[in-house]
């Protein structure tokens, strides 16, 4: 049978879809015709909800603070002149009874079609007693009365004027990063090690070069003048800690047993002893003559970055990268 004869015989199956334009302008045509007369109580509500969502928040906010405290509350009742009545006693002739209104918020219901009202909970009631709040005569300060009071302006203390000091000199002359500085017991120079290895003398009235000492192959960390015998004494990263002659400008004694870069060291202000501190985390103690390795001082766990002696207990104080400072007597050698 050909396909003639087919559409000829059987009735067609095929649906016509309708036009969506068509159907879109039908259903904004229900819709307004729907919430044609809505608009109006739209805006009503959303005016309405504005209104309470203003009363609600204004009574928390003020709710506990609407009447004024018993003491305020009798030294503004004193006859001070003719004064206009305020609205809130215009509004409720009896509102003296229950105190002073500071803040009257509007209500978020009318008063005709407001029901009677929930009480207040028995411990808000408790509290505000206890803390002064409500109007009654013959109550003590409270803590609200006495953040009201006036309290004195409060004045901060001016630190008295010192003039700037000024810049005397700039001293250069090393190639390297300066380091360490340590002056004459005397006053009379001062040394400077560097990163160039060199330590220098300088004169300390006229900032001249006097003398450059050279030995040390490595950053120069650490110098010392002693004020009981003319040697320098001087530290670096290449382990050496050099003891110079200041009447021959020579090193005479070397200080060997760090096992790592040396980057401090002190001279006993009474012992003949030398205090050594490096990156292997160690203060080390040595006899200045004999060249000795006293003590060994051990407990920090990383390079102890600085060393300090005196006279009096403790005798050497140490400040390491770990975060800690120790100080030891040189007798018991262990921390206190």
Avoid at 126 to 142: D, E, I, L, N, P
Avoid at 148 to 166: G, S, V
Wanted: aromatic share 6%.
């Amino acid at each position: 049978m050909s396909v003639a004869a087919q559409e000829q015989s059987g009735p067609s199956t095929q649906h016509t879809l309708p036009n969506l334009a068509d159907l879109v302008k039908a259903g904004t045509k229900r819709t307004r015709v729907v919430y044609a007369g809505e608009g109006a109580s739209i805006d009503d509500g959303l005016a309405r909800a504005n209104k309470i969502k203003f009363a609600t928040k204004l009574g928390i906010e003020y709710k506990d603070v609407q009447t004024l405290p018993p003491i305020l509350q009798s030294q503004t009742a004193g006859p001070a002149g003719p004064k206009r009545p305020s609205q809130a006693a215009i509004a409720a002739p009896g509102a003296a009874a229950a105190g002073v209104k500071l803040i009257g918020g509007p209500e978020a219901r009318s008063t005709s079609s407001s029901g009677p009202q929930a009480p207040e909970p028995q411990a808000l009631v408790k509290f505000r007693h206890q803390q002064g709040y409500a109007a009654q005569g013959g109550q003590a300060g409270s803590r609200l009365s006495q953040a009201l009071m006036r309290k004195k302006e409060a004045r901060e203390i001016k630190p008295e004027y010192h003039p700037q000091w000024k810049l005397s000199r700039v001293i250069s002359g090393h190639m390297g990063w300066v380091r360490a500085v340590a002056v004459d017991p005397g006053n009379q120079w001062f040394a400077t090690g560097a990163g160039d290895r060199v330590v220098k003398i300088w004169d300390l009235a006229s900032g001249e070069l006097k003398l450059s000492l050279t030995g040390h192959i490595s950053t120069i960390r650490g110098l010392a003048v002693s004020d009981r015998h003319p040697y320098l004494f001087s530290c670096a990263e290449d382990k050496m800690v050099k003891c110079w002659d200041l009447e021959t400008n020579k090193v005479i004694r070397h200080y060997h047993g760090h096992y790592s870069g040396v980057y401090s060291l002190s001279v006993h202000p009474t012992l003949d002893v030398l205090v050594t501190a490096g990156r292997d985390a160690a203060v080390r103690v040595w006899d200045m003559r004999t060249r000795a390795n006293v003590y060994t001082l051990t407990g920090h766990t990383s390079t102890v970055a600085d060393v300090k002696t005196q006279d009096s207990d403790p005798q050497i104080i140490s400040g390491s990268m770990d975060s800690t400072v120790r100080y030891v007597h040189p007798l018991f050698s262990s921390p206190f």
